[in-house]
């Protein structure tokens, strides 16, 4: 008997798995609920609902893919190409048959320094011998009670001055239950302020537009060089610094200033600059009347 008539299209079927065998006796009618049998086509428009998500994901956006990092930076053997972009990866049928079709996963204690390489030629020993010889001594003039008084003026003031920079633009402080929000440029060290300051950079939370001529991309760099700073001076074993160090770091403070367009830090960091560079050479010249 024809279930499907003599027309062309399809409609649900509803016959039990006993039809065409005998001596199978169908369940009772009242057991089969034909109003939970999917429609035929439902199955198509389901998958094509999955290739729509894998082709868009709708959490992304154009910023979205420029703020994040770089893709590069992972690799498939740890699986962060799916984890990273949320998207469904289908296997590859012929990663067996061709196995130049997936990077080989290498072993964790191996790197690019375990393949191809070259070794440069060693210089003459002349050359060795005079580059170990005792390295010169660097005059240090400033005793180590005036190099933590420098430094630590440079740390107060770009703490003032990032402080500032902050409350200007109106950009967030995250809140974490170890640490008390921000009333005063103390309530955080230099280090917090730079890493503070480094990740409104890098989410770009920081325009270009409100540094010293847009250098957002000198930006992280001219931060990490005043870090040492802030090690300086409050480490109070460490060794002494050399007088060009030490004004190296006040160096850095200024260009720290300089790039937040802060004109009173530049103006009070330029000066410690000239007032410690003039104790320094007056120093030197007493020794050498002496």
């Known amino acids: 008997m024809n279930n499907f008539g003599a027309s062309n299209t399809y409609a649900p079927r509803t016959e039990t798995p006993s039809?065409?065998?005998?001596?199978?006796?169908?369940?009772?009618?009242?057991?089969?609920?034909t109003n939970q049998l999917p429609a035929y086509g439902s199955y198509q428009s389901s998958k094509?609902?999955?290739?729509?998500?894998?082709?868009?994901?709708?959490?992304?956006?154009?910023?979205?893919?420029?703020?994040?990092?770089?893709?590069?930076?992972?690799?498939?053997?740890?699986g962060a190409d799916s984890a990273y972009?949320?998207?469904?990866?289908?296997?590859?049928?012929?990663?067996?048959?061709?196995?130049?079709?997936?990077?080989?996963?290498r072993p964790?204690?191996?790197?690019?320094?375990?393949?191809?390489?070259?070794?440069?030629?060693?210089?003459?020993?002349?050359?060795?011998?005079?580059?170990?010889?005792?390295?010169?001594?660097?005059?240090?003039?400033?005793?180590v009670q005036e190099q933590d008084m420098v430094l630590g003026q440079?740390?107060?003031?770009?703490s003032q001055c990032a402080y500032d920079f902050v409350a200007k633009y109106q950009f967030p402080i995250p809140l974490s239950q170890n640490m008390r929000p921000v009333e005063r440029p103390q309530d955080r060290e230099w280090t917090e302020w730079v890493y503070l300051l480094k990740r409104l950079a890098t989410k770009r939370r920081i325009p270009a537009r409100v540094l010293y001529n847009g250098q957002i991309k000198q930006f992280v760099t001219i931060l990490e060089n005043s870090l040492e700073m802030r090690h300086a001076s409050k480490h109070q074993s460490r060794p002494l610094k050399d007088d060009r160090n030490i004004l190296q770091l006040i160096s850095a403070g200024i260009q720290v200033a300089k790039i937040l367009r802060d004109a009173s830090a530049m103006d009070y960091l330029d000066r410690l600059y000239i007032s410690t560079e003039k104790q320094i050479q007056d120093r030197t010249s007493s020794r050498f009347r002496s």
């Open 19 to 33: 039809m065409g065998l005998p001596g199978f006796m169908p369940p009772p009618q009242s057991a089969l609920n």
């Open 154 to 158: 440079v740390n107060d003031r770009l």
């Open 48 to 78: 094509a609902s999955w290739e729509a998500q894998e082709r868009h994901s709708p959490t992304e956006s154009v910023d979205d893919i420029l703020a994040s990092p770089n893709l590069s930076e992972y690799s498939l053997e740890n």
């Open 108 to 143: 964790s204690n191996r790197d690019e320094f375990d393949g191809p390489h070259q070794f440069l030629q060693r210089p003459p020993p002349e050359v060795i011998a005079m580059q170990e010889r005792e390295l010169p001594h660097l005059p240090t003039n400033l005793h």
């Open 85 to 105: 972009t949320g998207r469904r990866t289908k296997p590859n049928a012929n990663a067996n048959a061709n196995p130049r079709t997936r990077p080989q996963r």
